[in-house]
């Protein structure tokens, strides 16, 4: 019960005027990035991440997973009524919750939509506060081979078990751990592939990349579409809030089993998209009658959102305890880390309680604020998309702009986000996932660390991933996953793929 | 209860109309996305060979990571390079069609410009000028309404970031004469 205790110590930390309020703050302005289309929650982090540039480490960072929670309750609000998913794991959440609003039962399917949000990211949030300082003190004992090894298990996951074709995956995160690699060696201190440049020798900063990469190119995709849009204004009134919760116990075996999918997946690098997914999919087959899914029905809001937001919430658990993080989003956080001079991993949980605890404490705060706070201020923020494209376009470039000058405080980071912004356009419509080159450039260089600290300590010999067996099975684990659909296509030639493919239907 | 007599209408009266004719294909595209990436590969590579790219007593060379990670992105380009090619003569997918390459272009020349004129007038003027410009351009709506909401973001942005948060952007000459 030590957990629980440094809980209390993290309220007492967070319950102060001046964090309250920026915690409103980053509500506020995240549902805000979360309705309007074009952004969603990376993006958003990253743009606002140069406000927090001056606070100090715990303020920030409440601000800005806050902004994360309420973009996440954001996107529910544009899926319902306007039948426009924010993100891509929104998506499942408009099969049924558009139909709904159609019914004239959008206040229901919103209300339907928050809570289970809701639901999911305490259930997650529970896990983290009883698991992360677990994984994180058993992590304290590992050394640079160990922590090359979970590097290595992540990286491999990502090519194995990802969706896109393989060698799009593995351009990808070679390009991103390449690009990791500009500038100043940190284990010899010589320069790399600077080229003579000045500007270079700094390295590529990962934010900036990912300002370009996810807010550039997404203002550039959106133009691509149509962006008229029709959809129904609703108000929630505490009636009907009050009589979805009283149904809320008859979803029980939904609600539980959309978040242990979504804990499940968004620890290991599956991410929300599949969590939400798969949430629906399994609703769906497990109902008495399956065929009223998709025209309406309060489970197949239910299932998607509690599934995604447990995968969106539990995917900064890996981040806390290990220093890896486990969605696009937490690896935008552990930038954020960095910048304000916090070393993410095991001895976060050591050096930084207040600011751990204090993290910990404020999902919790934030997702009770952010819920009664999207369910009285729905109508406002579902007219902001009234707001003309064209004017909303220019702001978040400016945005953009700020955001990369800020880091480093230089001109070529804004050039430097215009051509990842170029990159990220092209990459996404010739389907080079992101994701991979995201995590790749913020962890690219621990990892060479970690290998390179490792082969001192070995006198470069190998067999040091191999060298007791907590490390040679993540190193084996990680080869394996490296070459799964190997390994999968010769276990369905012996025979074994029946049962794979029941589960999977 | 719910009001959806209330209904939320967005128009887009300049969308890009679906039958506009494709301007490139995705598997030329990618052909040549594949050559850049093989050609920065070769770059890459050739550098961190010169660095030093061999294993010596102590474990690798600072140069030992990218030389291979650059050999892996060339074999993975040149891989997508043949399957590029050979998926050319299949199927021919639309990569961008031309209106909609004349919205993204409506979005990238104004942004481009942006930067340019971030770095020659500072930041707060030429987002001004992007804000204003664009909404009265593209968007089509009217000047008064575009240089007011123009003002006030970018004062908005001067006051949270120059002044409330000490985040220092970029100035030009209208700050210097203004004594900022």
């Known amino acids: ?505 | 209860m719910s009001q959806t007599e209330l209904e939320i209408v967005v128009d887009d009266p300049t969308a890009p109309e679906d039958d506009s004719p494709s301007v490139v294909s995705s598997a030329t595209v990618e052909t040549v996305v594949c050559l850049l990436l093989l050609a920065l590969a070769a770059t890459l590579g050739y550098d961190n060979w010169r660095t030093g790219a061999s294993w010596d007593a102590t474990g690798p060379e600072p140069g030992y990571f990218p030389f291979y990670l650059a050999i892996i992105l060339g074999g993975g380009s040149l891989y997508g390079l043949i399957a590029a090619l050979l998926a050319r003569r299949a199927v021919r997918e639309t990569f961008v069609t031309r209106a909609q390459a004349r919205r993204v272009m409506a979005v990238f020349v104004p942004t481009l410009l942006f930067c340019a004129a971030t770095q020659f007038l500072g930041l707060y003027v030429a987002s001004f000028l992007l804000i204003a410009g664009f909404m009265r351009v593209v968007g089509k709506i009217a000047l008064w309404k575009s240089l007011l909401t123009a003002f006030v973001f970018t004062a908005i942005m001067f006051v949270t970031f120059d002044v409330a948060f000490d985040v220092i952007m970029p100035k030009g000459p209208l700050e210097a004469a203004l004594g900022r």
């Open chain 1, 1 to 505: 019960m030590e957990a629980f205790g440094l809980l209390l110590h993290g309220f007492a930390v967070l319950l102060t005027w001046k964090t309250l309020v920026l915690m409103m703050v980053g509500l506020v302005l995240g549902i805000f990035v979360g309705v309007l289309p074009g952004l969603g929650g990376p993006n958003g982090v990253a743009i606002l991440l140069p406000l927090t540039f001056t606070m100090d480490p715990t303020s920030a960072i409440v601000m800005l997973s806050c902004i994360y929670w309420g973009a996440l309750f954001g996107g529910a609000i544009t899926s319902i009524l306007f039948n426009i998913p924010g993100e891509a794991w929104s998506v499942a959440t408009t099969f049924d919750g558009y139909p709904m609003a159609q019914q004239g039962r959008a206040a229901e399917a919103l209300t339907a939509a928050f809570t289970s949000s809701f639901i999911g990211s305490l259930v997650a949030v529970l896990l983290i506060t009883f698991l992360a300082p677990m994984i994180s003190s058993f992590a304290l004992k590992f050394g640079p081979p160990e922590f090359f090894a979970v590097y290595l298990l992540t990286f491999c996951s990502f090519v194995g078990l990802g969706r896109e074709a393989k060698h799009k995956t593995v351009i990808s995160m070679s390009l991103g751990l390449l690009l990791a690699g500009i500038g100043m060696d940190t284990v010899s201190g010589n320069l790399r592939m600077t080229f003579g440049s000045p500007e270079l020798l700094r390295g590529i900063n990962f934010l900036v990349a990912v300002i370009g990469l996810f807010g550039i190119s997404e203002i550039l995709l959106t133009m691509e579409e149509r962006l008229a849009l029709r959809g129904h204004a609703a108000g929630i009134s505490l009636r009907v809030v009050l009589s979805v919760w009283k149904d809320l116990p008859k979803y029980w075996v939904t609600l539980l089993r959309s978040s242990f999918i979504g804990c499940w997946l968004g620890i290991t690098p599956g991410g929300a998209i599949a969590a939400s997914f798969m949430g629906y999919n399994l609703a769906k087959r497990f109902a008495k009658e399956p065929e009223s899914f998709g025209k309406g029905r309060i489970e197949g809001v239910f299932a998607p959102e509690t599934a995604a937001h447990a995968s969106g919430t539990s995917a900064l658990l890996p981040m806390l305890a290990l220093g890896i993080p486990g969605s696009g989003t937490a690896a935008i956080l552990l930038g954020g880390l960095m910048v304000w001079g916090l070393n993410p991993g095991p001895l976060l949980f050591v050096e930084h309680k207040d600011f751990v605890w204090g993290l910990i404490a404020s999902m919790y705060l934030g997702n009770v604020v952010g819920l009664v706070l999207v369910l009285t201020t729905v109508p406002i923020f579902a007219s902001i998309l009234r707001v003309p494209f064209a004017a909303v376009a220019p702001m978040i470039v400016v945005s953009c702009a700020i955001g990369a000058y800020a880091i480093q405080n230089a001109m070529f980071d804004i050039w430097l986000m215009l051509g990842f912004g170029i990159v990220g356009y092209v990459f996404k419509k010739i389907g080079i996932p992101l994701a991979p080159f995201t995590l790749a450039l913020v962890l690219g260089n621990r990892a060479e660390d970690a290998f390179r600290l490792s082969m001192i300590g070995a006198g470069g010999d190998l067999k040091v991933f191999w060298s007791n067996g907590l490390v040679g099975s993540i190193t084996t684990l990680a080869i394996v996953l490296l070459f799964w659909p190997v390994i999968d296509g010769l276990l369905g030639r012996v025979g074994w793929r029946q049962q794979d493919k029941t589960a999977t239907q």
